[in-house]
């Protein structure tokens, strides 16, 4: 089930790949040829569609590493599409036109923006990030279940409660005082009752 979610993410990865980095990949290369400077020299914040390009690359980036830092999720997440990458780059060393030919909408601007990519050397260098989990054997298992919390609780009440054992009940405190007043005899009180003689 674990590398069946893992198959369900590499999809998830592989269209953002192409849909959200191609096309923000691709408006970047285009604001960077109209200008020296993105945004003209000012800020991107006002800048909307080169921001918003600026953050669909950042998220890719982002999304990338969460699939290959977390340790729970299967290595299949990113190693497929990182096989997928480095294949496409292979081909793009050995026929360059053969890898082109194989890029999906190529006249709309994702297939633009994934080629831009190949060619820049993108495509191999974010393939070869996503594959290392493929080669860390941990990832392949799934992680045991740790010690419940409640079970560490009872072992840490338990352990409290030998130590007090432990230790010898205190002592009631005595002062001198209480102990004089004790010693000494009581004064005889009056009579209960008084007889009168006729």
Do not use: C, N
Request: net charge neutral.
């Amino acid at each position: 089930m674990r590398h069946l979610i893992g198959i369900a993410l590499a999809i998830v990865m592989a269209v953002t790949l192409f849909f959200a980095a191609a096309w923000g990949y691709q408006w970047l290369l285009r604001s960077a040829s109209l200008s020296m400077v993105p945004a003209g020299g000012g800020s991107l914040i006002s800048d909307h569609r080169t921001l918003a390009a600026f953050i669909t690359v950042a998220g890719t980036g982002l999304l990338a590493g969460i699939l290959v830092a977390a340790p729970r999720i299967s290595p299949l997440a990113a190693g497929l599409p990182g096989l997928l990458l480095l294949g496409w780059t292979a081909l793009y060393v050995v026929s360059t036109r053969h890898a082109i030919d194989l890029i999906p909408l190529r006249a709309h601007v994702y297939g633009a923006g994934l080629e831009e990519m190949l060619r820049s050397g993108v495509v191999g260098a974010a393939g070869l990030a996503m594959i290392i989990p493929l080669f860390v054997p941990s990832r392949w298992r799934a992680r045991r279940t740790p010690i419940p919390e409640v079970a560490e609780a009872s072992e840490f009440f338990s352990g409290l409660a030998k130590g007090a054992g432990l230790q010898a009940p205190a002592e009631p405190a005595s002062y001198p005082e209480q102990e004089d007043e004790a010693h000494q005899p009581r004064p005889a009180g009056p009579p209960s009752s008084l007889h009168h003689h006729g």
